[in-house]
C-alpha cells in the first residue's frame, strides 16, 4: 500500500509540474517552434530585456501585487483579530458569511460590478480618468481580504487568550500587548496571509481587465492581447525567471522558518 | 517592525508618484503585436516617436502603448467611458459601428499632410465615405494555409478543403463567430453580411457538419500547430502565413477561388481624446516612409500607402524574407471576389451570437458524464444521510 501511494503522489505532482518544466524548456529554445527543440539559446532572455512593453507590464504587475497584498494583509489581520473579540454569535457569524463573498462570486461578477461602480463615482466626481491604478488597487485589495482573514483567523482561534491579558497584567497598554505578544503568534497565519493575496493579485486577469485604466496594463492582459497574433517565446523566459524567484523565495522562507523553530527548541532546553 | 512598516509606505508613495510636470501624454490602444516594438532587432516606433517631438516639435511626450485583443473588447472599453485614449485602432464593420454612434472625431487633414501617401484603392471605402475619420493602417485577406506534406494537390483552391473528411481531426476552424461564419457563407458564395435568416441557418449548419472534422476552434494556438505539423489545413490571415512559412517551409497558402474576406485595419481618434493634435501628429508620423515601412516588415500584413509598396528597401526585405510575399500581400488579378464585414443590425448580431453558442456548447458533455456525477452525488448524499441517522439512533440509545 505505501508503494500505491508514493506512486500516486509522484503522479500528481509530475502532472501539476510537468507544464512548467515543458515552459522552462521552451524557453531556452533558440527558435519560436514549440514543435521541436532547435537548439540551446539564451535568445528569448536577450529579446526579454530588450522589450519595453513586456517589462512595463512586469513592473507594473509586481508594483501592485505587492502595494494590494501589503494593504490587504493590514487590513485583514485587524478585521480577523476585530471579528473574533466579537461576543454576539450573530454578528460574528453575519461579518464571516460578508466576508466570504467576495471568495465566492465568480470574478466576472465582481470584475464588471466594480468597473460599474468606478465610472458611476468618477461621473459625480467629474474625474478626468475614471479608472486607473487606484482603482485597480481597491479592486484588488478587495478580493484579496478574504483569504487573508480566512488564513489569519485560525491562528488568532489557536493562540492561548491568556497570553494577551498576561502583558496588560505586567504593565503593556492593549496595543502594545498587541504588537509585542499577539502578532508574533499569528505571524504565521499573516504571511500565509500575505503571500496568498500576492498570488492572487499576480494572478488576476478578470478582475483588472475590467478595472484597469489607459496606462497601466498588467502582465495577464498584455498576454491576452497577444492572442490574436503571436505569443512570442520571451513570455516564456519571462514565465521562467518569475518561477524562478518564486521557488528560491519558497526555498528561502522555509529554511529560514525551519531555523527559526530550532533556535525556539535549543532555547526551551 | 515599525521602521519596515514606515518605509514600505514611502516605497508605495514613490511609485504613486510619477513625474507629472509638463510632460504630455499620448494614449494609444492598438492589437496586440501590431506595431514595431523594438523587439528583434526592429525600430522602436514608440521610443522614434517621442524623440521626433522633442527634436523636430520640442514637446516632451510620453507614449502610453496599451493593447487589446478583439475589436469588441476596445469598443466595451471606450463605450463605458471609463478610459480616455487618444489613438485608436479598429476594425472596419467598427469604425463603421462607431461613427453611427458618435464615438471618433472627425480629422484635420491640415495636420496629416503625409495622407497623400495613402493609396487610392484604400481612400472612400464603405465604412467612411468621405474619409473624415480614419486614416488605414494596414489591411488584409483571410486564406487558407496547408501543408503541402499532409494534403494531395488536387484538393486546395477552394473553401471546400476545410471540408474534406479525408483530413478529418487535421482542420482548424476560427475561434470567433464572425471569420467561422465567414468561412461557411463564403464558402456557398453567400453575401456576410445578409440579414436573411435562412443564411445564417444554412451556414451554422455546415459549421456543425464541420465540427466533427474539426481538430480545434483556434486564435494565435494556429501558429503552433501549422508549425509543427500537427494540423494539415486552416483559415487565417494572409500576412500570418508568412511568419509561419518561416518555420516550417512546407505550408502553402492560397485565396479560395468562392470569395474571401478583406479587412482594413484604421487609425481613428475617439471623441474621448485629450490631446487631438498630438494624436494627428501621431499618425502622421506612423504614415512617413521609414516608420511605415518598419510597421509593414514587422507585421506582415499588406500596407495601404504608395511609399511603402513602392519602396525597393520594402520589397528587398520581404523578398529576401519569402520571395511569395508581394503575390501574397499585394495580389494583382486576384480574381477572386471580396468582400468586407460590415456592421450587422442588433437583431443579426443576436442570431449570430446565439447559432454561434449552440454550436460550440452542443454535444460538448457526452450523457454518460451527467449520469456518472448524478450517481455520484446520490451516493454521497445517501451516505451522509445513513451516517446521520445511525448517530440519532445511537444518541438516543
Known sequence: ?269 | MRKLIILLFAVLLLCGCENTSESLTLNVYNWGEYISDGSEGTLNVNEEFENYCLEELGKEVKVNYTTYASNEDMYNKIKSGSASYDVIIPSDYMIEKMIAEDMLLKLDYENIPNYEFVNEDYKDLFFDPDNEYSVPYTYGMVGIIYNEEMVDKEDIGSWELLWNEKYKGQILQFNNPRDAFGTAIYSVGGDVNTTDVAVWENAAEKLKAQKPLVQSYVMDEIFNKMKNGSAAAAPYYAGDYLTMHDSNESLKFYFPKEGTNIFVDSMCIPSCARNKELAEEYINFMLSEDIAIANAEYIAYSSPLDNVRKSETYIADMTEWNEEVMDILYPENLGIRTQYYENLDSDTLLLQNSLWETLKIENAVEPWVYITSLSIILLLASIMMYSYIIKKIRDNY
Not at chain 1, 5 to 24: C, H, N, Q
Not at chain 1, 61 to 88: D, E, Q
Not at chain 1, 98 to 126: A, E, K, Q, W
Not at chain 1, 191 to 215: M, R
Request: net charge positive; with cysteine.
Open chain 1, 1 to 269: 500500500m505505501k508503494t500505491v501511494s508514493k506512486i500516486y503522489v509522484a503522479l500528481v505532482f509530475t502532472i501539476l509540474y510537468i507544464p512548467i518544466l515543458v515552459l522552462m524548456l521552451f524557453s531556452f529554445n533558440s527558435t519560436a517552434n514549440t514543435g521541436a527543440l532547435t537548439g540551446f539559446s539564451l535568445y528569448w532572455y536577450k529579446e526579454l530585456f530588450n522589450s519595453p512593453d513586456t517589462f512595463n507590464a512586469l513592473k507594473n504587475t509586481l508594483v501592485l501585487a505587492i502595494s494590494a497584498s501589503t494593504i490587504s494583509t493590514i487590513i485583514g489581520t485587524a478585521a480577523a483579530v476585530g471579528i473574533t473579540k466579537f461576543k454576539t454569535r450573530i454578528t460574528k457569524s453575519t461579518l464571516l458569511s460578508v466576508t466570504n463573498i467576495p471568495m465566492m462570486n465568480p470574478d466576472i461578477v465582481t470584475g464588471i460590478s466594480m468597473m460599474l461602480l468606478f465610472v458611476f463615482i468618477g461621473t459625480i466626481l467629474r474625474s478626468e480618468d475614471k479608472l486607473g491604478f487606484g482603482t485597480l488597487l481597491i479592486a484588488h485589495v478587495s478580493f484579496c481580504l478574504p483569504y487573508v482573514i480566512l488564513s489569519v483567523r485560525p491562528k488568532i482561534l489557536q493562540m492561548n487568550k491568556a497570553l494577551p491579558e498576561a502583558a496588560m497584567d505586567l504593565g503593556c497598554t492593549p496595543i502594545q500587548s498587541f504588537f509585542k505578544v499577539e502578532l508574533p503568534n499569528i505571524m504565521s497565519g499573516v504571511v500565509s496571509g500575505f503571500i496568498l493575496a500576492f498570488t492572487l493579485s499576480l494572478d488576476d486577469f478578470v478582475i483588472s481587465y475590467f478595472t484597469t485604466g489607459n496606462d497601466f496594463q498588467t502582465l495577464p492582459l498584455l498576454i491576452y492581447s497577444m492572442t490574436k497574433k503571436e505569443v512570442k517565446p520571451d513570455i516564456y523566459a519571462l514565465s521562467t525567471l518569475m518561477i524562478v524567484a518564486v521557488t528560491v523565495l519558497m526555498v528561502l522562507s522555509n529554511i529560514s522558518s525551519k531555523e527559526k523553530t530550532a533556535d525556539r527548541k535549543a532555547a526551551l532546553k
